[in-house]
């Protein structure tokens, strides 16, 4: 029987260096979904996404880290800096562990964000969090509040399939054993209102999942179905939003556009698949 994996690339409309390498890793087979950014320079990019790829989802990125916001800095004071910039990941979510960030405001912007991906794209099949924002427990219930008034009924997981988990110190195995846990728990809560892939791969950053067949190995040992690996993707390693992922983003560019790579994976069993299998 083949095994079923979604493939979602992530970051659509942050540039078009993202933009080229996800249209190419869609059609070469391997990338099934993307979500768009609203917030970022190429947006134009995503107006004819489902035009071009019927086959695929089309989720929302939320994104409240990075960039200005869709909707008016004066209306959201809290969750933008004095140069009406959003806050980073971590001033995130230490702000709103500290209740300096309002959840009207998350609630305003995340809105706005929604009404833009709709009039750019139309429904959103899922949505999921630019830099994992909505992984605080409070502000979760916010981004659900606002995809659950927009009818969009399913989202990432964070349940946890492994390929790089060897050699962790004990201190990292001991804090997995309870992040993975949590997330066992959390997720399994979750999916009363959303439907959600099986599992996520996740990485330590120890090795590449574009290395080899590490991922493909992974993937056959966990042996489920539905299963979704992320990308982010990009052509070329020149953007200011890429952080310490830059190279990694050629690499895996390379690999989501290979042919190699779409033919051995199907000739060992898999087939790429949308959040449209999710039931």
Known sequence: MMQKIIV???DYGMCDVVDKAIDAGIENGIITTTNVMLNMETLHNAKDLRA???HISVGVHFNVTTG????DPKEIPTLVNENGSFWTIGEFKKRYSKRLISPDDLERELEAQCALFEQTCGTADYWNTHENSSLHTKAFKVFE???KKHGIKATRTFQ???FDKHGLSLKTELREF???NFFNLWFTNIRKTFKMPTARVVSFDKISKTEGD???NALKKDGRQLIEVVFHPATVADSPYFGNISTERVKEYEFV???DVYQKYKANGFEFVSFGELK
Request: aromatic share 8%; hydrophobic share 40%.
């Open 8 to 10: 979602t690339a992530d």
């Open 52 to 54: 071009r790829y019927p």
């Open 68 to 71: 200005k916001p869709v909707g």
């Open 145 to 147: 509040k606002v995809a």
């Open 160 to 162: 946890r399939v492994y």
């Open 178 to 180: 309870l992040v993975k």
């Open 214 to 216: 590490i991922l493909m």
């Open 257 to 259: 556009s290979s042919k």
